[in-house]
């Protein structure tokens, strides 16, 4: 019978061969669009996993074990900027032989010596010498290996120091291991560096809900093409004596031999395409070719589990047939889905809407937990009552209907809502989630993140941060700025002024009203844009740094200060702020003088206020929020719109006589297409305009009960997206349309 | 009689094929003409070609006087949409419209309101005994009152020509008996011509005059009665 079956999908005829080669190219793109997401979590864990090294030293990356026989290493890591980009720069000192080597490192740099990261080499060798090269002492004796490097674009430097020199320095750490707790397993704290656990968590539960559940609906419905068709055949078997067993091999064989071949032609086209993916920055950085990599699991199971669930579905789908053999040769008024299927999408909300009256979970894991089932039952809600969202609204269609088109499609939308909603199930997730992560985003950007980044005082006014951040008090460590460093700071061609902050009494353990910082009147008049002093004083009191809620504003009027200037002077300097002309020149030969006077003391290097804030963790969670949500757009829209093509191909082939003969007896083609139109168009409609319903009313519970803010309107952007996905959605269907005339020909009126 | 169709000289090949090969027939207004012949001769070929459905490889096709098959398929449309009607051989029918709607589809197709096609359309209901069927779908007919349905579907606008393929081809004998009484009946009553393809001769004794077709020509013209 296997055979037999073989010999029938084989050498059927054109009709089957261009069926099983339909069905294995859908199932192809399907496959590797499901290999890439495996691939891309593959990839985020292993780019995640490289960050465990600069995690060493933190508290929450210790060793519960103490590690013992080797020598122990100072260690010191800072972050840096150069022309916008992050630079990770680790100070290491070795005490001895055996002091543990970071990974991608073939052994430790002496004092004078440092590695850089390619991408950082390359940049060094590119920049002029004042803007970055300067900063790091001595030579460069080779790059960082792979293995230490999250992304082959990350900007990291080792620095070789003496461990006399860096143990001086307070935030320096002597550590006998190096760290291998990733940032998502930190057991406590540890650097905003990668993906914590939280994140990890959000990234899985997105990517299945957004991505891979729309993959398997595509790769579902690709298995169905021609599915009414193919039954009639099986049908017509019945009738001449084959048992049920029989067709049900015959039609395992055929699904299995189209999927099987699918599954193998889809693991080709991903590796064929791997290596142009891992150059898309999903994370905001590139892959290692090897990191989009796939587990035997994953092998297996997607080249076992699609064939097999694939054999299954086309089982199922035989029930009518082997049950009777007229059950397919009859169309009969099908079973309308029920309105309990608006249960689940009720609960998911209700359990949101619980959460704003009683509040929300008082821990952070209660609180992901019961978001993300409040969410994912939505989610789900969403498809489970879509069928009968889309049967409302085809029945009240129908009794509207005019013309032919209409009244067709909305019979056929009524008839099966199912099939109809199936097509559209894809694109109504990836809306609901873009809606909900776009709604979160504004949101949180209105409250959180200031518009003030991009005006011409905030790219142009370098900050250096002097403040030394205990646990429990801050100090001012620098007394004073070099000489030398000022010298450099005022030939440096573009630099404008320079305002020295000294930290006054109350600086360590600061008051309600901040800590108080003192400038004399003379430097500040150098740099109007951060303010001036009154008429006659010789010194003023201000904000001691920019992380006090200070911001660059000339019409700001300093209280004066009964200070002397010289008084001032001899304060220690919290922090130094030089005004320049905004040129990359001008801010990075300041930076790599301030770096140099004040060494890595300080936590933070030398920044411009707008590339603060774009450091701060507010902006970088917006950014990851932001990211995702374009890559669940960017991916899943396109899945959404194959699998609503290939619906639309699958119920055309369905179709094809009786729209081949309703074409000849005169039916204009176009009616013909407003059917098609018509019937994509509607559920498309409606299902985005509740999936965005929805995604915004599940993002507005959050806000009320999480963060207690009121939903904002989404920006230009999701409104753009949005549109594009639809446009894109309805270009696929219009370019089914082409199908329509060749399947609708003279040939349609033979008697087969 | 006047010929209100005419084949003149038709050919007509699938590919390599030759379906027709110098085919020429008149049919007169208001005739009820059967064309016959073997599995394969070219009859069905035949009737799509004076339909306006193919266009032949070479010769000419004539409706009413003026030549159609030169016409470009967008009017060859238009009067198989407003003046002729058909019937096939089986699924026809559009499998999500009840059997009134189905009828009702030409009258649509013509800009007829919704309500006046429907009226229309529920007319054909006693008169090919169907009462009670009107909210049925296809698969909920037998196939004796599925054709029936398509019967009234090809008749519904009051065509000039019925070209019917095959309509009882898939019905049996007692079925196929009904269908034809009321085919000939009707179209008697309205004046409609009827080009009719069969190789059944039980169906061809409908028939006022036969053609055979053989090897893709017309090959024997008789009255049906002789």
């Known amino acids: 019978m296997i055979a037999f ?3 029938l999908t084989l050498r059927g005829g054109r009709e089957a061969l261009a069926r099983l080669i339909v069905i294995a190219a859908a199932v192809m793109i399907g496959v590797a669009l499901l290999l890439t997401a495996l691939g891309g979590i593959h990839a985020v864990h292993a780019q995640n996993n490289r960050y465990a090294w600069l995690e060493t030293g933190t508290a929450g990356a210790a060793a519960r074990h103490a590690v013992t026989n080797v020598d122990p290493e100072w260690w010191l890591l800072t972050a840096d900027e150069y022309d916008g980009q992050q630079i990770g720069r680790v100070d290491i000192a070795a005490t001895g032989p055996s002091s543990p080597v970071p990974p991608g490192l ?246 949101l809407v619980m959460f704003v009256v009683i509040g929300r979970p008082p821990t952070i894991d209660g609180q992901i937990a019961a978001y993300l089932t409040g969410v994912l039952l939505t989610m789900i809600g969403l498809v489970v009552a879509g069928p009968w969202l889309t049967m409302i609204g085809s029945r009240a269609l129908v009794r509207r209907a005019r013309r032919p088109a209409s009244l067709i499609a909305a019979r056929r939308l009524a008839d099966n809502p199912h099939a109809a909603f199936r097509a559209v199930s894809g694109l109504v997730l990836s809306l609901f989630v873009a809606s909900i992560a776009f709604g979160i985003i504004t949101t949180f950007d209105s409250y959180r993140v200031s518009d003030g980044s991009s005006s011409v005082a905030a790219t142009s006014t370098l900050v250096a941060d002097l403040t030394s951040y205990g646990p429990r008090s801050r100090s001012a460590p620098i007394e004073a700025l070099p000489a030398r460093a000022r010298q450099a700071l005022g030939r440096t061609p573009g630099v404008e002024g320079i305002v020295e902050i000294h930290a006054g009494p109350g600086f360590a353990r600061p008051d309600q009203a901040g800590p108080q910082g003192f400038v004399t009147c003379a430097e500040l008049a150098t740099v109007p844009r951060v303010g001036h002093c009154p008429p006659g004083a010789q010194s003023a009191v201000v904000r001691a740094g920019y992380r006090d809620g200070w911001e660059a504003n000339p019409a700001t009027l300093w209280p004066a200060s009964a200070r002397s200037a010289a008084e001032v002077d001899a304060l220690p300097i919290a922090t130094v702020v030089v005004a320049t002309d905004g040129s990359t020149t001008a801010i990075e030969r300041a930076r ?128 753009l997206a949005v549109a594009a996905g639809i446009v894109a959605s309805l270009a696929l269907v219009a370019s089914t349309l082409p199908v329509l005339d060749r399947i609708t020909g003279p040939e349609a009126a033979r008697n087969d | 009689m006047t010929a209100l169709v005419e084949a003149r000289g038709v050919y007509f090949s699938f590919g390599e094929t030759p379906a027709l090969r110098g085919a020429s027939m008149t049919v007169s207004a208001g005739e009820i003409l059967a064309v016959m012949g073997p599995s394969g001769s070219g009859k069905s070929t035949l009737l799509h070609c004076l339909a306006g459905i193919l266009a032949p490889d070479r010769g000419e096709v004539h409706f009413a006087g003026a030549r159609i098959d030169a016409l470009p398929e967008a009017q060859r449309s238009a009067l198989r949409r407003d003046r002729f009607g058909f019937v096939f051989q089986f699924g026809q029918l559009v499998p999500e419209l009840s059997a009134e709607e189905n009828i009702a589809l030409p009258l649509l197709l013509s800009g007829t309101r919704r309500a006046d096609a429907l009226e229309r359309a529920r007319s054909w209901f006693p008169r090919l005994d169907l009462d009670g069927l009107e909210q049925r779908r296809s698969g909920e007919l037998s196939g004796g009152q599925a054709q029936r349905v398509a019967l009234a579907r090809g008749l519904v606008a009051e065509p000039e020509v019925l070209f019917a393929d095959e309509p009882t081809g898939a019905l049996d004998s007692l079925a196929g008996e009904q269908v034809m009484n009321l085919l000939s009946s009707h179209a008697r009553e309205q004046g409609t011509t009827v080009v009719l393809v069969t190789h059944e001769a039980r169906v061809a004794a409908y028939a006022d005059r036969e053609v055979i077709v053989r090897d893709g020509a017309v090959t024997v013209l008789t009255p049906a009665s002789a």
């Open chain 1, 5 to 7: 079956a073989l010999r």
């Open chain 1, 106 to 351: 073939s052994e430790l740099p002496r004092p004078e010596e440092y590695y850089a990261s390619p991408a950082l080499a390359e940049l060094i060798r590119s920049a002029p010498r004042s803007q970055l090269a300067d900063r790091y002492p001595g030579r460069m004796i080779g790059t960082i290996g792979a293995a230490g490097l999250p992304s082959p674009s990350t900007l990291v430097v080792v620095v070789g120091r003496s461990a006399s020199a860096l143990s001086s320095t307070d935030r320096a750490v002597r550590i006998s291991r190096i760290s291998t707790t990733p940032p998502d397993q930190c057991n406590g704290a540890c650097y905003a560096i990668g993906y914590n656990n939280n994140s990890i968590d959000l990234i899985l539960s997105v990517v299945t809900a957004a991505i891979l559940f729309p993959i398997l609906i595509f790769i579902g419905t690709a298995t169905r093409l021609s599915a009414a068709r193919r039954n009639q055949r099986f049908a017509a078997m019945r009738l001449v004596g084959a048992t049920p067993r029989q067709v049900a091999i015959i039609s395992s064989v055929e699904s299995t031999l189209a999927t099987a071949l699918g599954v193998a032609a889809g693991f080709a086209l991903f590796l064929l395409t791997r290596p142009l993916l891992v150059d898309v920055p999903f994370t905001g950085s590139k892959f290692f070719p090897g990191d989009l990599s796939l587990s035997i699991t994953d092998i297996l199971a997607v080249a076992v589990g699609v064939p097999i669930a694939a054999a299954i579905a086309a089982r199922v789908a035989l029930r009518r047939v082997v049950v009777s053999p007229l059950g397919v040769s009859r169309r009969v008024t099908p079973t309308s889905p029920k309105p309990w299927r608006l249960i689940p999408l009720l609960l998911g909300l209700g359990e």
């Open chain 1, 592 to 719: 790599t003088v301030l770096e140099n006077a004040v060494g890595v003391v300080v936590e933070f290097a030398p920044t411009t206020i707008a590339e603060d804030q774009a450091l701060s963790a507010d902006t970088q969670r917006s950014k990851g929020y932001q990211r995702l949500a374009d890559v669940v757009i960017l991916t899943s829209l396109p899945i959404a719109g194959c699998t609503l093509a290939v619906s639309i191909v699958a119920g055309l082939n369905d179709r094809r006589r009786p729209f081949g003969l309703l074409r000849l007896t005169g039916a204009p083609l176009a009616v013909l297409r407003r059917v098609i139109a018509f019937e994509t168009a509607v559920p498309l409609l409606l299902s985005a305009l509740a999936a965005t319903a929805a995604g915004f009313a599940a993002a507005y519970l959050f806000l009320r009960s999480q963060l207690g803010e009121t939903l904002q309107p989404p920006t230009l952007g999701y409104y």
